[in-house]
Nanobody
Framework: VQLVESGGGLVQAGGSLRLSCAAS????????IGWFRQAPGKEREGVSC????????YYADSVKGRFTISRDNAKNTVYLQMNSLKPEDTAVYYC????????????????????WGQGTQVTVSS
């Protein structure tokens, strides 16, 4: 099982990045995916989640209207489009996968996830 994040980097405030999470080693269509982030000295927090098949999504209030999560099950990949980035979005971003009990379920608690990627750094300068 492998989850590999990419697309992080350094961007100025107001800029955009698109993160990708490429999955392998499991039946991707059966898994809900979440994006989480962790800034230095802070707990890991949920950013956005997507169900396995019906496209149901969740966004943290702090990113609602700025971030968009999507998935391409044919490519075993989930994306996080991040627009209007702010310095407070600076963190290591992780994607995680959890077996979904229903195609419409997503999960916001990081403890519920089975598999994690290694993370990608996002730094937003002011």
């Amino acid at each position: 099982v492998q989850l590999v994040e990419s697309g992080g980097g350094l961007v100025q405030a107001g800029g955009s990045l698109r993160l990708s999470c490429a999955a392998s080693g499991f039946t991707f269509d059966d898994y809900a995916i979440g994006w989480f982030r962790q800034a230095p000295g802070k707990e890991r927090e949920g950013v956005s989640c997507i169900s396995s098949s019906d496209g149901s999504t969740y966004y943290a209030d702090s990113v609602k209207g700025r971030f968009t999560i999507s998935r391409d099950n044919a490519k075993n990949t989930v994306y996080l489009q991040m627009n209007s980035l702010k310095p407070e979005d600076t963190a290591v971003y992780y994607c995680a996968a959890r077996f979904a009990e229903s195609g419409s379920y997503y999960y916001t608690d990081p403890h519920e996830y089975d598999y994690w990627g290694q993370g990608t750094q996002v730094t937003v300068s002011s």
